[in-house]
């Protein structure tokens, strides 16, 4: 658009606009094109590895895509896709990559087969909680790293929320010691199941829609899901007699947002600083959500069937985190880069554990 015409519009945004043409042109230095605010309008496509408006993780992206709409003032519109609408869902992060969709909204464990350092950042058994994961990404520089991670695929990551704390998962018999995980068959994915594994147990691939039937025909002794809210939805309190915490194999998993990262890069300043600035928000929705509706579903669950809500014993626990070491030993022992992920984790872990141990736990065990 020329500049003439544009300026005809008369709109407050053509207003400052022309103030920041002249700007750049008085100061060539700083004349850089995608800083000028237009009314030029990006139509963005979202590919999402959940099924469309999965309760919290699903509906963020469609908040996502409404408040950067708002924000942008109708500039930029991001289509949202559940998973297998435009691509299957575990094809999110090839789609983004190579520019067939503009953004994703997922997790980055899902990605394990593209580079394997991606899982440290939604997720390892024994790790951080939300509030300590947000810490290392937005200021201890877990963030940075991630970026790094998904530069090589032409990404960029992004926050996109925490589930928060997650539960241990369902189940049909007790586990009073270590040796009561050996034998047990349990949906558990990622390295949680490696660790299961290392205990004796097995760790079964089943498909989100099959577990309900695996677990009520004893194909499965056990689940682990989310927590409350989504697993009433999925209706295990009717079929599994124990509810155990805590999700020691998801102790905070973070999801993300993805955008492409030329496309992004291409965008206009104020669209990008828009875009980091929702994702920002839908980190905080997603946790908060997760919290509010999970209060309400424990006590709707606990109302309505007869499942006892059980804590592993602590040597079942501290048997766990030696084999989770072992697990870990042997992912960044193969590769480099999830070395340097994994040891910058555990750095921050160390350097916030005092800190949280003497505020936040103190609340957790005397003041609630
Ligand atoms: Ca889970």
New binding site residues.
């Given amino acids: 658009m020329k500049r003439k015409e544009f300026l005809k519009k008369g709109s407050i945004a053509a207003l400052s606009s022309a103030v920041l043409v002249n700007a750049c042109q008085n100061n060539p230095s700083k004349a850089e094109a995608p800083n000028i605010i237009s009314n030029k309008k990006y139509k963005w496509k979202m590919v999402t590895t959940w099924p469309p408006n999965f309760p919290v993780v699903g509906e963020i992206a469609n908040y996502l895509s409404q408040w950067v709409e708002e924000m942008s003032g109708g500039r930029m519109k991001i289509e949202v896709y559940g998973g297998g609408e435009l691509v299957p869902a575990l094809e999110s992060f090839d789609a983004v990559s190579i520019g067939a969709a503009e953004m994703g909204c997922g997790a980055s464990y899902y990605w394990v087969g593209k580079t394997p350092s991606a899982q440290f950042f939604t997720s390892i058994p024994f790790g951080m909680n939300a509030q300590q994961v947000a810490a290392w990404l937005i200021s201890g520089g877990g963030m940075e790293l991630w970026q790094e991670v998904y530069a090589p695929f032409d990404l960029i990551p992004f926050a996109g929320g925490n589930t928060g704390v ?1 539960m241990g998962g369902w189940f049909n018999k007790r586990i009073d010691r270590v040796e009561d995980l050996q034998g047990l068959k349990m949906r558990i994915p990622g390295m949680g199941g490696k660790v299961l594994t290392k205990a004796g147990g097995a760790a079964v691939l089943v498909a989100g829609g099959e577990i309900y039937t695996s677990l009520e025909r004893g194909v499965i002794d056990a689940t ?3 927590g409350p809210y989504h697993d009433y939805k999925m209706g295990f309190h009717k079929i599994a007699k124990y509810y155990y915490t805590p ?1 020691w194999h ?1 102790t905070g ?1 973070q999801l993300e947002f993805f955008a492409n990262k030329t496309m992004f890069e291409k965008l206009p300043k104020d669209l990008q600083t828009i875009i980091e600035t929702a994702t920002m928000r839908a980190q905080a929705w997603v946790l908060a959500e997760f919290d509010a509706k999970n209060g309400v579903y424990l006590q709707k669950i606990k109302n309505e069937k007869e499942v006892e809500v059980l804590r592993f014993p602590k040597p079942v626990l501290d048997a766990l985190r030696v084999y989770t070491k072992e697990t870990i030993q042997e992912i960044v022992s193969q590769n480099k880069q999830s070395k340097k992920v994994y040891e910058h984790f555990m750095q921050f872990k160390k350097s916030i554990d005092p800190w949280s141990a003497l505020t936040e736990k103190v609340f957790y065990n005397d003041l609630m």
């Fill in positions: 997650q682990e899901w989310i999700g998801e998993s």
